[in-house]
């Protein structure tokens, strides 16, 4: 059974940071790529960082996470991270994320961001 869990939403207040989690199992994690997007209230869900099977190629779609947002892998653990730094409240969204290779694409439940004073 193919799993994507994601963890470490929360509260934080801005400026502050978190590291989401997004633990895979049930297929060959280490021959996926992995996006994390984000869907905030009302809006679509849009793209937030990209790494590729092996962590050597990463990518960050837009300028308001870039120099904030770092996405890392453990392929032995089976899980893809995102760091996220210097949070601000337009980062409240539903963090997911996703694996693709070829045609295979899977989702995780999504973890909440909130950020709040």
């Known amino acids: 059974q193919v799993q994507l869990v994601e963890s470490g939403g929360g509260l934080v207040q801005p400026g502050g940071s978190l590291r989401l989690s997004c633990a895979a199992s049930?297929?060959?994690?280490?021959?996926?790529?992995i996006q994390w997007y984000r869907q905030a209230p009302g809006k679509e869900r849009e793209l937030v960082a990209a790494?590729?099977?092996?962590?050597?190629?990463?990518?960050y779609a837009d300028a308001a996470v870039k120099g904030r947002v770092t996405i890392s892998r453990d392929n032995a653990k089976n899980t893809v991270y995102l760091q996220i730094n210097s949070l601000k409240p337009e980062d409240t969204a539903v963090y997911y994320c996703?694996?693709?290779?070829?045609?295979?694409?899977?989702w995780g439940q999504g973890t909440q961001v909130t950020v709040s004073s």
């Open positions: 996703n694996a693709r290779r070829g045609t295979n694409k899977y």
């Open positions: 049930g297929f060959t994690f280490s021959n996926y790529a």
């Open positions: 790494t590729s099977s092996g962590g050597s190629t990463t990518n």
